[in-house]
């Protein structure tokens, strides 16, 4: 199935420092999306990407698709403690009807 | 409220025993799907479906057998063949292949 790279594995902010995680695919995606998983939780959906060099905001959140639709990021601004848990990319490949890949997820952990 | 109903939320079981998972959605989504996570991983796809009657393999299907009789269930089969059936396992669905996931609670299996 498609293969998408997400980077870093674990991240340590102190609450007020923003963050990101970046996502890496080899092939085009024809979307990606976006979860986050609260420890000890399941993934919710944050949203969705489709256009080439799309920008969405949900408050302090910010999230890109690349030009070229091989990559994207998340970047959060001035961290709070709701913030922690892990966020997931996620793509489907283009053409093929692989199901939905996720990347291995990058932990966000916030010491205040 | 419509949603996805995973069950039992804890399950343990020993080895060389076939176990069935419950799934069950009201949310009239044609695509369902199984994940299974390990400690610290991300989503990895087992099994997943389209529509009713028909499913795919995704990539670690070895060792587990589901079906799609009905629209509302997708229930997934850890069989005896499953080397290291003990994980946590997410049960998701769709409106259609290609759109965002809504994820049940999760199932813990525990293999001993």
């Known amino acids: 199935g498609q293969q998408v790279m997400q980077i870093p594995q674990y991240q340590h902010v102190q609450e007020g420092e923003d963050f990101t995680t970046y996502c890496n695919s080899s092939?085009?995606?024809?979307?990606i999306q976006w979860y986050k998983q609260r420890p000890g939780g399941h993934p919710v959906f944050l949203i969705q990407?489709?256009?080439?060099?799309e920008v969405k905001k949900q408050k302090r959140l910010t999230f890109q698709f690349g030009e070229a639709k091989k990559n994207s990021s998340l970047h959060i601004t001035a961290t709070q403690t709701t913030d922690v848990g892990t966020y997931f990319c996620?793509?489907?490949?283009?053409?093929?009807?692989?199901?939905?890949?996720f990347g291995k997820g990058t932990h966000l952990i916030i010491q205040p | 409220d419509g949603g996805i109903t995973q069950s039992p939320k804890y399950l343990f079981r020993k080895e060389g025993q076939n176990v069935t998972l419950s799934c069950e959605q009201n949310?009239?989504?044609?695509?369902m799907y199984w994940y299974r996570q390990d400690p610290g991983q991300g989503l990895r796809l087992i099994y997943y479906?389209?529509?009713?009657?028909?499913?795919q393999k995704g990539d670690i299907a070895e060792g587990y057998s589901v079906s799609r009789e009905k629209k509302e269930s997708f229930p997934l089969t850890v069989t005896s063949a499953q080397k290291n059936p003990t994980a946590f396992y997410l049960c998701?669905?769709?409106?259609?292949?290609?759109?965002?996931?809504?994820f049940g609670n999760g199932t813990r299996l525990t293999v001993t």
């Open positions: 998701a669905s769709s409106t259609s292949y290609n759109s965002p996931l809504h």
């Open positions: 479906s389209q529509i009713v009657n028909d499913f």
């Open positions: 990407l489709v256009k080439s060099g």
């Open positions: 092939t085009t995606l024809s979307n």
């Open positions: 949310l009239n989504h044609d695509a």
């Open positions: 996620a793509a489907y490949s283009g053409g093929g009807a692989d199901g939905l890949t």
